[in-house]
Nanobody
Framework: QVQLVESGGGLVQAGGSLRLSCAAS????????MGWYRQAPGNERELVAS???????NYVDSVKGRFTISRDNAKNTVYLQMNSLKPEDTAVYYC?????????????WGQGTQVTVSS
């Protein structure tokens, strides 16, 4: 069994910063891509940023230049540094990981962490 545990969400004023962390634990032989998604009320869940095991990154246009995704493979942890936050960044943020297990590879999700940006 694999668990993803997120931390770092909260309330911040516009222009502020937050850093999200997501640690994977359990029976893990390796992790391929890891990513952060977000879902605001009434909206579909969208991919914010992703990172491959080798460190290649991808961002949604609305966060380019403001958010940075990184990972520590030794700790099975992915981070999302969010700077210059805007009210429209308000959402529940979920981490996702493509985990290699004993016999198969599967996608896992964290429980979500609320990020609220006040104007």
């Amino acid at each position: 069994q694999v668990q993803l545990v997120e931390s770092g969400g909260g309330l911040v004023q516009a222009g502020g910063s937050l850093r999200l962390s997501c640690a994977a634990s359990g029976t893990i032989f390796g992790i391929n891509a890891m990513g952060w998604y977000r879902q605001a009320p009434g909206n579909e869940r969208e991919l914010v940023a992703s990172i491959t095991r080798g460190g290649s990154t991808n961002y949604v246009d609305s966060v380019k230049g403001r958010f940075t995704i990184s990972r520590d493979n030794a700790k099975n942890t992915v981070y999302l540094q969010m700077n210059s936050l805007k009210p429209e960044d308000t959402a529940v943020y979920y981490c996702n990981a493509d985990v290699v297990g004993w016999r198969s590879t599967a996608q896992y999700w964290g429980q979500g962490t609320q990020v609220t940006v006040s104007s």
